[in-house]
């Protein structure tokens, strides 16, 4: 499985640095405001950019100052490296004159016996501002089919006028769209060459929606050349528009579609935001289900803030900002810097009072994640900078487990899980 392994990135909207290594199932969790979406948007643009649609994503996000890590004032450029095994992907971008985003460099390395012997090297050059990778030497061309492979996809738009409601072209079928604008073309297209998959589809969509009996799938009368969505109920003749679904069980539908259609059409890494919104706990329980069983030959990078959809995972599936334990015993970290002690220790208590003395609820907007709250006291009475690998790991070093799995139920319950694991048979 040609996944992504490891991201960094630079100056991106509310993210200044990441560092995150992947894996094949990746749970973000984390309040409004944390990064989530923002982490999930740089990969969406990274989508965008291989399908040298990196021009117009700017534009529809407000120009280059809207991307950049506080603007332009504050950020000279955004890097990102994106790496796979061995080989990676390298990018910096710096703001134009016209509010786009430029290649200041394009590189690729390429650690790939099956293609070269040795390590490669290429740099792609700079100032263009559409990727050159499908127009490199066969080492780019490797990574862009890698890059290709990813999709960010969000079936939030269930409004009136939302595209997913909407006739359309019946030979827009080449892959479920990312806001699932042609899903009654490509239901056609399954049920008409795909019958196996389609029918799994319509039985996990029962097990939802039982009132549902199947879509109704035909060419518009007046222009062949379209369709639109229709369904019908159980025990009835009458046929309903897609208006007549539920917020929840739409979306439920394209996530159903998505994840259970052909092997050969589904991304080889799949991005979703938010999947449980509007969705009946059930129907959280069953999508994570399907989630975990396709997760051993596709890649998820999924964002959530459903305890009911985290807890269908295994601990190590969920990437979690170990900062809030650091409110537990605001001693241990503001004993790293022994003539402010008193000053830091009493920021952080505050800092609890304000979440009810709860640490994992320590998060409201952009800016104010733990790590963030962490690095400003540190730097408004010692002026220097928080280090999270020196400063977060000293202080966890000798930290009370108890204390903190007492307040921090959901970390408490993941020990918990990892506890209960049974050892594998030799």
Known sequence: MNSLDR???EG???????DLELRPLNILIGANGSGKSNFLSLLKMVNRMIEENLRIFVAQAGGADMLLYYGSKNT??????LQFGKSYYETAFLPTTTELLAFQDETVHLHNENINRRPYDKNLGSGHEETLL?????SGKHIYNIMKGWKAYHFHDTSFSAKIKKTAYINN????QDDGSNLAPYLYLLRER??????????????VAPFFEDFVLEPEEYNPETIRLQWKERKSDKIFNADSFSDGTLRFICLTILLLQPDKFLPQTVIIDEPELGLHPYAIKLLAGIIRSISPIRQFIISTQSTIFIDEFSPEDIIHEFETMLFVTPEKISGLFPEQK???SKDIQNVRKNFNNSPETINDNVETSPSHRIADIIKKHTQRKYEKII??????????????????PHFNQWIGKLENLQPHSK
Not at 76 to 81: F, L, N, P, S, V
Not at 134 to 138: A, P
Not at 173 to 176: F, I, Q, T, V
């Open 342 to 344: 008193a000053e830091i």
């Open 134 to 138: 499908n127009k490199s030497v066969k």
């Open 173 to 176: 079928n080449r892959g479920l």
């Open 7 to 9: 991201i960094k990135i």
């Open 194 to 207: 795909y019958g196996e998959y389609y029918e799994n589809i319509i039985k996990t969509i029962h097990l």
């Open 391 to 408: 400063h977060g790991t000293k202080a966890l070093i000798d930290e009370d487990m108890t204390k903190i799995r007492r307040e921090c």
């Open 76 to 81: 000279e450029r955004m890097k990102i490296r």
């Open 12 to 18: 991106f909207k509310s993210i200044k640095e990441m």
